[in-house]
């Protein structure tokens, strides 16, 4: 069966230092691969979305990147974190058919 | 542009009572529509979802919606609330054979004894 895994669970950054947000899918191959947001009180926003490797979409310009170094790889990378950066990320894979999501991390800006 | 509409930011419905989440939606075309439930601190879990035939679609859990066309419409429902229903719900539409999908706001269910 698939699973989705995402690390760290939690993470306190300050502002400006650097993000590394960790996805890996198992159990399917050439996932499509999403990054989203949640802020606090507000819907699930869209940041990247990747169709295979090295293949990035970008829906939101910020100071966010990501990257897709492996099929079943995702990276949500910062090089300078704003304090709007904090929330909830979820890393998901599938299609309009049908999304799985990771766990989340729960990123704070201090 | 696509868009998703969940008019109620939250509810409270006692134990045992019914509940009807809202969801509007704006797409050119007839979408994929989702409900998906998070609980807190977790990722999204899918209740249902509707691509075409019967308009009424049941999904886990005891939930179902029904997809009302001519209102661009979702809602879900469920006839009797347990308290382990106390989540956040979220309505989502994507297109067939695209890649995105767009979620409203989300509404949290507060469940009283």
């Known amino acids: 069966s698939q699973t989705i895994h995402q690390w760290p669970a939690t993470l306190v950054q300050p502002v400006g230092s650097p993000l590394s947000l960790e996805c890996t899918v198992e159990?399917?191959?050439?996932?499509?691969l999403y990054w989203y947001r949640q802020a606090a009180g507000r819907g699930l926003q869209l940041l990247f979305y990747s169709v295979g490797i090295g293949q990035i979409s970008s829906e939101v310009p910020q100071n966010l990147s990501a990257s897709r170094p492996q099929d079943r790889q995702f990276i949500l990378s910062s090089k300078k974190l704003l304090l709007s950066d904090s929330g909830f990320y979820l890393c998901?894979?599938?299609?309009?058919?049908?999304?799985?999501f990771g766990p989340g991390t729960r990123l704070t800006v201090t | 542009a696509q868009s998703v509409t969940q008019p109620d930011i939250h509810i409270t419905v006692s134990e045992g009572a019914s509940l009807e989440l809202r969801c509007n939606y704006s797409y050119g075309a007839t979408p994929y529509l989702f409900w998906y439930v998070q609980s807190p601190g977790q990722g999204l879990q899918l209740l249902l979802k509707y691509f075409s035939g019967d308009t009424l679609v049941q999904g886990i859990k005891g939930f179902e919606a029904e997809f009302k066309r001519s209102q661009s419409s979702f809602n879900l429902r469920k006839p009797s609330v347990h308290w382990s229903d106390a989540a956040e719900y979220f309505c989502a539409v994507g297109a067939s054979g695209g890649f995105k999908t767009i979620f409203g706001a989300g509404t949290r269910l507060f469940v009283k004894a």
């Open positions: 159990g399917t191959s050439n996932p499509n």
């Open positions: 998901a894979w599938g299609d309009t058919g049908k999304q799985y």
